[in-house]
């Protein structure tokens, strides 16, 4: 579906406005990429494909009886409430003595829905009966249709994330690509949250890699600018992706204004659905041009036309008959439920997602895709049209919900025939086969756990690793991280890292910064046990894994630290003077020559552990520990570009101001530099072999 959230954009005049086709000599410096914070992703670039959902803990379903104390206790709040209840449309809440929430439900009557609780002889289902045990209260909130009250209880949903309701987890915005309006040459990038800039959004789609790759597919196909506006309005010579025609060059007037507003125009037309026109227009110049023996005006349409088939053959199944529309298909098994949905616009296939929401395993199918389609479309645009494979009691209801909120008619259907059912089966095929992969993982992931339980003596499977490791290059730039591992595997949103801040901190002591990490974490976590509140975790931390947050309000199980006997008794003296007696202390040391495989094991009053080569227990701690490594050495280097951004190249020894100047006017930009080779940089006048190799180093030196 594509928003247009301007009517005609400012047209200036362009500069220098003449036309060429192609590339010609310039510098070599690529664009930056947009960083307002609406156009970036919430979350690291390379967790947004990696992080996928995990499967939630499902309570089990005892055959037990209630005892009758609670019960009749839970009885008696709900007739109370009954008394007071209205007969019409409305939602309820049920409390118990903590007053946290335990359900939420919508009705039509309220008083009505209240009283087949209040029954004492009628027969629940076991959730039902727990649920009334543990009641002690109900509020109720009135409304005027019952529409109003499916959204209201959507909503409510979503924020409180009920024990006993069926629960959306992992749900994060979806990508959009975003064609400008606000500037004479439109920029095309990807773009999540607000649709506050003038301009067509096109969305939207399963993921962020599906959306780079179609604009680095469009930008071959349409050669559209992506560079910032500052970065456009800077120019004086093409930058590298004109050189490598990915851009027809609108900032330098490579193109003039009509040519480049034809080619945003085919762009939109290709996005808005209308493909197979764009296709048979870019087929009439290249014949036009091979006729006119303009091979090489001829050859840029076919590499164009070719990009266009690109991008449709990474789409998979494209309908024929259906235009707009999201797929739901769900698959129970094993007491987990996923639902896969599928994104059509324009007739092409924008991507798949799975999710899976916590259920407990009474409730039917019908009942989680309900629940899970009204918490869906709570913050989302919703297409025309919506079909499921299982048919639900309220689909008018939801029906007419979404078309107030969207403003055109949704229809929610389940298909029984044609192309339509043939999408439902693609979808649940998918479905079965994620849950199947994701109940083989937690399988092994499982395994490993014990297996941790059985090698290090563990008093049971951990629930959560915490994994520490520092980063730096002779002191400077020095980071530390803890990356986070359970059941499900990485959970790469609780990711943390830590600058590190000590002044008097000695210049590469490791000791001394893992001090520091462990302190800040561990006495942050500390913080609110005097409040009684330490050990009650968040229900939704959704906090940006690159901030320098030392908080979060869930204990480890086991710690991990990269390092020695030296390391671990660093660690110790931390967790002794904190008095951290019941987590566990694991220091994992390199073997020789950091031989991998030949790793030792140190743990607080234990002997050193050494493992055979091929332990699968061996290969999950090591993996644990190089995925901490990663993501330090990548948070190291974010730190230490912006540091070479801003110091430029007086920070290397031995570069001063004029071979500064010689550097940038042979190369270009600081990025060219950092690229070049040995052999490239003592081509430059005044820059001697010595000088090169240090330059060299200088960008290329591993962090410690």
């Keep these: 579906m594509d928003h247009d959230s301007t009517d005609d954009p400012k047209t200036p005049a362009p500069r220098k406005p003449r036309r060429g086709s192609g590339p010609a000599g310039g510098n070599a410096e690529l664009p930056p990429q947009d960083l307002s914070a609406a156009d970036l992703d919430p979350a690291m670039a390379s967790t947004d494909e990696d992080d996928e959902a995990r499967l939630p803990e499902v309570p089990e379903e005892t055959g037990e009886s209630v005892a009758e104390g609670p019960l009749a206790v839970g009885h008696a709040a709900i007739e109370q409430a009954v008394r007071l209840a209205p007969t019409s449309p409305g939602v309820y809440r049920m409390l118990n003595a903590a007053s946290d929430v335990l359900y939420v439900g919508k009705a039509k009557n309220v008083r009505k829905r209240l009283s087949s609780y209040a029954r004492v002889n009628a027969p629940q289902p076991a959730r039902i009966l727990r649920m009334i045990a543990a009641t002690v209260s109900v509020e109720i909130v009135s409304t005027s249709t019952e529409t109003e009250a499916l959204l209201l209880e959507a909503n409510l949903i979503k924020q409180l994330r009920p024990r006993f309701n069926v629960q959306l987890r992992d749900d994060k915005s979806f990508p959009y690509i975003l064609i400008t309006g606000d500037h004479w040459a439109p920029q095309i990038l990807k773009h999540r949250g607000a649709q506050t800039r003038p301009g067509q959004y096109f969305g939207p789609f399963a993921s962020a890699g599906a959306v780079n790759r179609t604009i680095t597919a469009l930008q071959r196909a349409f050669l559209v600018r992506s560079c910032t506006d500052s970065f456009f309005e800077s120019r004086t010579r093409p930058c590298l992706l004109y050189q490598i025609r990915r851009c027809s060059g609108p900032c330098t007037g490579e193109i003039d204004f009509p040519g480049y507003t034809e080619l945003v125009r085919e762009a939109r037309e ?259 046990a005097a409040d009684g509140d330490a050990a009650k975790p968040k229900a939704d931390n959704k906090a940006d894994p690159k901030a320098d947050d030392d908080s979060f309000p869930q204990w480890p199980d086991l710690v991990i630290i990269d390092g020695g006997r030296g390391q671990l008794n660093a660690a110790k003296e931390i967790f002794d003077a904190l008095g951290l ?89 600081l990025k060219e530099i950092e690229r070049a080779s040995i052999a490239d940089l003592g081509k430059v006048p005044g820059v001697s072999a010595e000088s090169a190799r240090k330059i060299f180093e200088f960008f290329h030196a591993q962090p410690g």
């Excluded at 407990?360 to 309900?370: C, D, G, I, Q, R």
């Excluded at 019941?582 to 493992?611: C, S, W, Y």
């Design 270 to 528: 290709f996005l808005s659905g209308r493909s197979r026109l764009v296709k048979k227009e870019l087929a009439v110049e290249m014949e036009k041009a091979s006729a006119e023996l303009e091979f090489e005006t001829a050859a840029l349409y076919r590499d164009r036309l070719a990009a266009l088939s690109a991008i449709q053959s990474q789409q998979g199944i494209n309908p024929r008959t259906v235009e707009e529309a999201d797929v739901f298909a769900i698959h129970q098994e094993g007491g987990y439920s996923c639902v896969e949905v599928f994104f059509f616009r324009t007739g092409q296939n924008w991507g798949n997602r799975a999710y899976f929401p916590r259920a407990e395993k009474s409730f039917t199918p019908e009942e989680v895709l309900a629940s899970f389609l009204a918490q869906f479309y709570d913050d989302k645009p919703p297409p025309k049209l919506i079909l499921l494979s299982h048919a639900i009691e309220e689909s008018e209801l939801l029906a007419d919900a979404l078309s107030i909120k969207a403003g055109f008619k949704v229809e929610v259907t389940t298909p029984q025939r044609g192309e339509k059912k043939e999408l439902i089966t693609h979808a649940l095929t998918n479905a079965r086969e994620a849950l199947g992969r994701k109940l083989a993982d937690t399988a092994t992931q499982g395994r490993l756990l014990q297996g941790l339980v059985t090698t290090l003596g563990l008093p049971h499977p951990p629930k959560r690793i915490e994994v520490y490791d520092n980063s730096h290059i002779q002191g400077t730039n020095a980071v530390g991280a803890m990356i986070v591992a359970g059941p499900d595997g990485f959970t790469k949103n609780q990711y943390r890292k830590f600058n590190i801040r000590s002044e008097g901190l000695t210049p590469g002591d490791d000791y001394a910064m893992m001090r520091e990490v462990l302190q800040r974490r561990f006495k942050r976590l500390l913080t609110p």
């Design 581 to 669: 007696a019941q987590v566990t202390l694991l220091a994992v040391a390199k073997g020789p020559d950091r031989d991998a495989g030949r790793e030792t094991l140190f743990m607080p009053g234990k002997e050193a552990i050494k493992l055979e080569p091929r332990d699968p227990v061996l290969y999950f701690i090591q993996r644990l520990r190089d995925e901490a490594h990663r993501f330090v050495i990548g948070s190291h280097r974010k730190l230490r570009k912006k540091d070479i951004r801003e110091a430029g190249l007086q920070e290397i020894p031995g570069i001063g101001p004029s071979r500064k100047r010689a550097l940038l006017h042979h190369f270009g930009t």
